[in-house]
């Protein structure tokens, strides 16, 4: 059954258009309801976290509606990051947490992820079952058994406990002046409460949400501003977060950044001569740099690649018995302490690593020399199908052929917008803007 509301990381749209309307996550709400709820049963429950947009009033109450209407009792978070909705949902015991939430996008994006009871997000096939259940009739439960609502004011702080129970027993951030933009997102409180009461000297930038500045200027996808205040004020290092606190970017004394593949890079090479990296085999996607992958071999060590999705790092990682995967982007999954990224925890993993070996950010945070990697996005009209061209496959088959032996190429449809990602890794920077933007040309032809 082809997925039509589902995307790479739940349902994800433009707020108060299909699908993301009030109507769409009243029915989205029931749907779940019902498929957590099949045995009819009571004391069924259901979390729900969100981040700071405006229009996170907006589906907050429209999915309780809807799940409460199925008989879930419902226990609302409040602003709190994504990887806290993953913790909660397995703490509290409930069949199933929901993520209000559109990650790394603007502020008039929403989203709804879904995490199952034991805390991991739903796999393809309980998306297609629930979609089924949202273009059906879902039997509402009795007058009798319609559910019940309850904030948890201390969700938030459950998180910041359990994060800091992460970082090495006795060891502390005193002396260590630490940037963390919170992409005036869900851990603007979180994240500045936890690495200073860890000791840090805490200069909070991206704490200040509005309902409309999240990622504005900000946070992981935008990160001028915190290299800019780490220069200003001489801090050590920059954590930046995206809107749902699940992503970081780390960036050092002189404010460059290192991304998902160099943080990864760290902390398998750690790890493994921790002997804590199990299998050898750190997790990625196909967007990961080559020089990830020609790094970790030098090392003795395994790259395994998956789809595009944090989830499907996720699901490559349970499967096998994994324990560190992640994204480019800067998804750091590490499944011995929380079910999904997190960008705050894996932050502190990397000061932990800073205090341990007395280094300085800069000399942590350049693991490899990245192959030259050109990304472009594409923005087509919903519902067509470029890729499908033959003028645009010819000129792929021929990018192909171009690359062979000299680098890689990988042109995928985005799971959340409607945009072709056309991306080539290539160490001839004259070839990988000529394969790169001949495709993009060609597609944006027939788009």
Not at 11 to 28: H, I, W
Not at 29 to 37: H, K, L, P, S
Not at 159 to 179: Q, S
Not at 231 to 255: N, Q, S
Request: net charge negative; charged share 25%; proline share 3%.
């Amino acid at each position: 059954m082809t997925r039509r509301f589902f995307g790479t990381d739940g349902v994800r749209g433009e707020a108060n258009a299909f699908p993301m309307t009030a109507d769409m996550a009243l029915k989205v709400g029931a749907a779940a309801g019902r498929y957590f709820r099949r045995d009819g049963s009571a004391a069924h429950r259901v979390v729900i976290g969100k981040d700071t947009r405006l229009s996170g009033y907006m589906f907050e109450n429209a999915l309780t509606a809807g799940l409460t209407s199925t008989g879930m009792n419902v226990f609302l978070l409040g602003p709190i990051p994504t990887p806290a909705v993953g913790m909660l949902t397995t703490s509290l015991r409930a069949d199933v947490g929901i993520m209000i939430s559109a990650s790394h996008n603007p502020h008039h994006d929403n989203g709804i992820k879904f995490f199952g009871p034991d805390g991991f997000k739903l796999s393809d096939e309980a998306e297609t079952e629930i979609e089924a259940l949202i273009m059906g009739e879902v039997e509402p439960a009795q007058a009798q058994n319609i559910g019940r609502a309850k904030r948890i004011d201390d969700g938030r702080f459950r998180y910041v406990e359990r994060v800091k129970a992460t970082f090495p027993a006795g060891m502390r951030l005193d002396g260590l002046k630490v940037v963390i933009d919170c992409a005036n997102g869900a851990g603007y409180k979180a994240a500045p409460e936890a690495l200073w009461e860890l000791g840090a000297t805490v200069i909070p930038i991206g704490v200040a949400p509005d309902g409309f500045n999240i990622n504005e200027g900000c946070g992981s996808t935008s990160t001028a501003l915190a290299a800019e205040t780490i220069l200003r004020e001489g801090a050590d290092v920059g954590i930046c977060l995206d809107g749902d606190a699940d992503r970081v970017m780390i960036l050092d004394e002189t404010g460059q950044v290192a991304d998902g593949d160099q943080v990864m890079a760290l902390l398998a090479n750690r790890w493994a001569a921790q002997d804590r990296l199990k299998g050898g085999t750190l997790v990625a996607t196909v967007m990961s740099n080559l020089g990830l992958e020609r790094f970790l071999t030098g090392q003795g060590l395994r790259l395994e690649r998956t789809a595009v999705g944090d989830r499907y790092v996720v699901e490559a990682m349970r499967a096998n018995g994994w324990n560190l995967g992640g994204e480019q982007s800067g998804h750091i999954v590490m499944t011995d302490y929380a079910t999904t990224g997190d960008g705050l925890l894996a932050g502190l993993q990397f000061l932990a690593a800073m205090i341990e070996t007395g280094q300085p950010a800069s000399a942590l945070s350049h693991n490899f020399d990245t192959v030259p990697q050109m990304l472009k996005n594409v923005r087509y009209v919903d519902g067509s199908s470029p890729l499908e061209a033959e003028s645009v496959r010819k000129v792929i088959a021929d990018a192909e052929d171009r690359l062979a032996g000299k680098g890689r190429l990988l042109i995928r449809k985005s799971g959340t917008e409607p945009l072709i990602r056309v991306m080539a890794e290539c160490e001839d920077d004259g070839l990988l803007a000529q394969v790169v933007d001949g495709i993009v040309a060609e597609v944006e032809a027939v788009a």
